[in-house]
């Protein structure tokens, strides 16, 4: 006797070979036409030199830059902007804090009624 895995009752069921050698309502493959291609552009070759999407390759040159022992913490290496972005966050999160610690304060003091 053979055997199939039941979908709607997840347990084993007794079937017919056919049903047991293409299990789960799959069904033999048919020869069929090929779809129609939906976006039917041509395709330009990497290869092609007036082409060229991915740009210069930059990473060996940040590697470089960022590498480079100079005393300077990696998250400051590229000045101003970083310098700014760094002070930004700090300044939030010590006001951040500080509020925290406001609203601890005033919701650890009784209310005068």
């Known amino acids: 006797m ?3 895995f039941s979908g709607f009752t997840q347990k084993l069921a007794g079937a017919g070979a056919f ?5 789960q309502g799959l069904k033999p493959i048919i020869a069929t ?3 129609p291609i939906i976006f039917a552009t041509p395709t330009k070759l990497t290869a ?3 082409y060229d999407y991915a740009g210069k390759n930059k990473v060996p040159e940040l590697q ?3 590498q480079k022992s100079d005393g ?7 000045g101003l ?5 760094y002070r930004t966050t700090m ?3 010590l006001g951040g804090t500080i509020y925290c610690l406001i609203a601890l304060y005033m919701a650890s003091q009784p209310r005068n009624k």
Request: neutral net charge; hydrophobic residues 40%.
């Open 64 to 66: 470089k830059f960022f």
């Open 33 to 35: 036409e090929a779809p």
């Open 19 to 23: 049903d047991a050698y293409n299990p």
């Open 2 to 4: 053979y055997y199939k």
């Open 91 to 93: 300044a939030l999160t």
């Open 81 to 85: 902007p970083d310098q700014m972005l």
């Open 48 to 50: 092609d030199p007036a």
């Open 72 to 78: 300077v913490p990696v998250h400051l290496k590229r």
